[in-house]
């Protein structure tokens, strides 16, 4: 699994279509998608094009995406990757995430209509099974979990005997989730970080005007003048040098350059520690819709 993927959340076709382009001609490896953005098909019909004029050879792209939560009953998974598969115009993907334990409701094209709509009539051991019979069936190299804890991790390896090859949540420097990467090195699970620069461009129901900039913060503006890096490219790097692979989301040429351009410095022990120090338990992303929901974990760290 590469350790630096393009994420695509939020990406609109017009700018999606120059962003994965350029993103694969300059090195990247990892798309990471989901049902959920709406966008599998650009990214299907891109490299569809780039293999058409033999830029691009489908096992030279490591696809990432996720069954929504509006498919979490056990019959709804096969159809769901299935669908994905469609829309991606691939056979099989690199890695299949259940996208998270909080079941919605769906419409007909498995889309949640409304974030009150909540479902909980269904197993997530059953889910993991059918996650395990589509791997099986080679609709997918691997299976993995998003947004889940360690409790729920456990509960679905012990009951169907399947570890996931990878997890993947929200990480960065102000939420660095040192009991979930424990958890993962401690059984052989990769870990992939998402926002991992503070989510500056999620959606509106996730911002509350307290929400402290990770970009701008003094301590990281000071690291990086030290090694001529942007910010962007110091915390990221924070990450990979603590073994976690990375998702950033960027549809800006500059920016998608910037962020894989991250091995050409080392963050000493004292960038570490500084940068450890800025840890402060803080999520952008509340899910606050779901908070009600059976199996949203207000204990541990997901």
């Known amino acids: 699994m590469p350790c630096m993927g393009l994420g695509t959340y939020m990406s609109q076709r017009g700018q999606l279509e120059v ?3 350029y993103a694969l001609s300059i090195g990247y490896q990892l798309i990471d998608t989901a049902h959920s953005y709406k966008n599998e098909n650009v990214i299907g019909d891109v490299l569809k094009s780039r293999a058409n004029i033999g830029k691009t050879k489908r096992k030279d792209v490591f696809i990432t995406t996720k069954i929504p939560i509006t498919c979490l009953h056990k019959e709804k998974v096969k159809e769901a990757i299935e669908q994905s598969l469609e829309n ?5 993907v690199d890695l299949l995430l259940l996208h998270g334990p909080w079941g919605l409701k769906g419409d007909q094209n498995n889309h949640y209509v409304n974030y009150k709509d909540l479902v909980d009539d269904y197993d997530l051991t059953e889910s993991w099974t059918a996650m395990k019979q589509v791997y099986d069936a080679g609709f997918t190299k691997a299976i993995g979990l998003s947004n889940f804890s360690v409790s729920q991790i456990e509960r679905l ?7 996931p090859a990878c997890i993947q949540s929200e990480c960065h420097a102000y939420f660095q989730q040192n009991i979930l990467k424990q958890y993962a090195d401690c059984n052989g699970i990769a870990f992939t970080a998402y926002a991992p620069l503070g989510a500056g461009s999620r959606p509106a129901h996730h911002v509350r005007t307290s929400d402290p900039s990770l970009l701008t913060d003094p301590l990281v503006h000071k690291i990086a003048k030290k090694h001529n890096k942007r910010p962007a490219q110091v915390l990221i790097h924070f990450l990979l040098q603590k073994d976690f692979s990375v998702i950033s989301r960027s549809v800006t040429t500059e920016h998608i350059a910037q962020n894989i351009n991250v091995y050409d410095f080392e963050l000493d022990d004292a960038d570490i520690k500084s940068l450890e120090s800025l840890d402060r338990n803080f999520r952008y992303f509340q899910f ?3 908070q009600n929901h059976k199996e949203f974990s207000h204990q541990e760290p997901f």
């Open 19 to 21: 962003a994965i382009d």
């Open 88 to 92: 991606l115009q691939t056979k099989y």
């Open 157 to 163: 390896s012990s009951s169907v005997g399947v570890i």
């Open 288 to 290: 606050e819709f779901a």
